[in-house]
């Protein structure tokens, strides 16, 4: 069960990561970008290798297949080891032993796709830096900055504007991404025994915190020792431009809800067009066959269907004569004619024939299309 949870949980923590990491680099470079998904991406699948070889080592150990070790990493059968797997299969008479030795040979083939596949999306990635103990993120982030010949005004600027790990267990792998000026990182599991998601949900140990806590002294101090006017005034400019950035973070966090919700309410109404029949097939936006369903006219086009419906919040709409300038109605047709009442949509007409009202029945066919109804006296 706590497998199964974390084989969906990883790829939400994965694209939340990425979604903060985009906001908080606004202007990120496209190539960061890229390199920041492709890193995200080998991560996910070196965690599915990891678990596909933890199973497939369990059914070789309930098949006794010897000389395999889980400790020496991933990796697929030999031929010499499929090859007696495949005489074992024939001589086998046990029938729920033979199906668990067909199921490791099968498996043998899924598991040489997934290292396939990692070694991949590994092959345009720079090489990691291998986290030890003791390190930090922020810690071999300023080191490799600085290595960069960025001063340590500069390099801290830079990653004040990307989310950094709170803590790194050795084994780590740490990836460095440097742009124009612009900086980015991945954490991924790499060799260590826990995942960098797990590790957040621990408490820190004694050594880490007093190790925090020394750092945090020295860096008060160092504070205290900056007294000349213009290391005030570059620190004051670095705070201006961090608040700026955050500024600039949060407008585009609130734009990106914004769109996202919008997307979302299109995704789920239906676009629609009320207009007298006659009226519409005159102006072109539909076409009345001789024999057949009414259809889309020439001038069928996306800026005529100005009326949504969303369909979340409601399954029907009430059509009126005195909104069409009609003293009563007749019958509303829907176009295109592949919807058919009774199956997708039901239609009720009051008995004065002032007002039609339409109960969509089949909301899944009416997400994000257009429909027209078309509306006789």
């Not at 460095?176 to 998601?197: E, I, L």
């Not at 190790?211 to 705070?239: C, F, N």
């Amino acid at each position: 069960m706590a497998r199964r949870a974390r084989s969906w949980l990883r790829p939400l923590l994965a694209t939340t990561c990425l979604a903060v990491a985009c906001l908080a680099c606004k202007q990120e470079d496209p190539q960061i970008r890229a390199l920041t998904k492709r890193a995200a991406e080998a991560d996910e699948a070196a965690q599915e290798l990891r678990e596909a070889w933890s199973a497939q080592f369990q059914r070789l150990s309930l098949a006794g297949v010897k000389g395999i070790r889980i400790d020496a990493g991933p990796m697929a059968l030999t031929e010499n080891q499929k090859r007696a797997l495949e005489a074992r299969v024939r001589l086998e008479k046990d029938t729920s032993r033979r199906g668990l030795l067909v199921e490791i040979l099968g498996k043998d083939g899924e598991l040489q796709a997934l290292e396939a596949r990692l070694r991949g999306l590994r092959a345009d990635l720079p090489i990691p830096e291998i986290a030890a103990p003791n390190d930090s993120h922020y810690g071999l982030a300023l080191r490799f900055l600085k290595g960069r010949g960025l001063t340590d005004a500069q390099a801290r600027l830079a990653i004040s504007r990307v989310v950094l790990a709170e803590r790194l267990a050795p084994g780590f792998e740490v990836y460095h991404f440097y742009s124009d000026g612009r900086y980015g990182t991945w954490v991924s599991q790499g060799g260590a025994a826990v995942s960098p998601w797990e590790l957040d949900g621990r408490p820190p140990s004694p050594l880490a915190r007093e190790r925090d806590e020394a750092v945090a002294h020295g860096q008060r101090l160092q504070r205290e020792l900056r007294t000349l006017g213009d290391q005030k005034q570059r620190i004051e400019g670095e705070i201006a431009a961090i608040q700026a950035e955050r500024r600039r973070f949060l407008e585009g966090r609130d734009q990106l809800q914004g769109e996202n919700e919008a997307q979302l309410a299109r995704l789920h109404s239906l676009h629609y067009l009320v207009g007298v029949r006659e009226t519409l097939e005159k102006e072109g936006i539909i076409e009345v066959p001789l024999f057949g369903r009414d259809q889309s006219g020439r001038n069928w086009k996306d800026a005529v269907f100005t009326r949504n419906l969303d369909l979340r919040a409601g399954a029907s709409l009430v059509i009126r004569a005195r909104d069409l300038g009609l003293s009563q109605i007749d019958k509303v047709s829907l176009v295109p004619g592949s919807y058919l009442p009774g199956e997708h949509y039901q239609l009720t007409i009051s008995a004065d024939r002032q007002t039609a009202i339409v109960e969509l029945l089949t909301m899944q066919r009416f997400k994000n299309d257009k429909v027209v109804f078309a509306v006789t006296e």
